[in-house]
Antibody
């Protein structure tokens, strides 16, 4: 059974930093792209960042590029998101998410998400 | 960026009746080399994480009831719930995975009339 367990959320002041982590289990972690998707209170879903399984290639939304850094440790089945220079508009529930595509597949569709964690709440406020 | 526009924002449907949600992308998400539409549908029930329902615009994820179906191609897509059940009350999102940034529609809230 796929499990994604986020940790590290909390209250932080504007301009501060926070690091989220996601412990993954139930699948071969290194074979799958992993992503962070956020949801502001009462709002819709917003993609934040993704990292490929084997190459480690990273992708970011314009709203976080230069402030957030996504990383992964395939030996520990862990995904991380280092969030710096946080703003009030970064307040959201941050979901760790797994790609449907096994990178051994011939077709590339890494952006399709099939499993989501329960989320880690990040509140940016003074 | 590909903008995903859903309609309506909300709808109320009687139990057992059909619910139809539309999603329009600002550019085609049909990849010509494999003839696949890079379009997914998610269901998010209150207080829960999103759940994948449909991908490739019309392929039902394993375990998803067959009352859920997806259709469309290119830029226009539809999610249909054939016979609405009480457990289908949720917000439904479309998402394109054709290119980055990955983008979602604004969501459609489905309620019981």
């Amino acid at each position: 059974e796929v499990q994604l367990l986020e940790a590290g959320g909390g209250l932080v002041q504007p301009g501060g930093s926070l690091r989220l982590s996601c412990a993954a289990s139930g699948f071969t972690f290194s074979n799958f792209t992993m992503s962070w998707v956020r949801q502001a209170p009462g709002k819709g879903l917003e993609w934040v960042s993704s990292i490929r399984g084997s190459s480690g290639t990273t992708y970011y939304s314009d709203s976080v590029r230069g402030r957030f850094v996504i990383s992964r440790d395939n030996s520990r089945n862990t995904l991380s998101l280092q969030m710096n220079s946080l703003r009030a508009e970064d307040t959201a529930l941050y979901y760790c998410a797994k790609s449907h595509q096994n990178e051994l597949d011939t077709i590339s569709y890494w952006g399709l998400i099939d499993y989501w964690g329960q989320g880690a709440l990040v509140t940016v406020s003074s | 960026d590909i903008v995903m526009t859903q309609s309506p924002d909300s709808l109320a449907v009687s139990l057992g009746e059909r619910a139809t949600i539309n999603c329009k992308s600002s550019q085609s998400v049909l990849y010509s080399s494999n003839n696949k539409n890079y379009l997914a549908w998610f269901q998010q029930k209150p207080g829960q994480s999103p759940k994948l329902l449909i991908y490739w615009a019309s392929t039902r994820e394993s375990g998803v009831p067959d009352r859920f179906s997806g259709s469309g191609s290119g830029t226009d897509f539809t999610l249909t719930i054939r016979s609405l059940q009480a457990e289908d009350v949720a917000v439904y999102y479309c998402q394109q995975y054709y290119t980055v940034p990955l983008t979602f529609g604004g969501g459609t809230k489905v309620e019981i009339k």
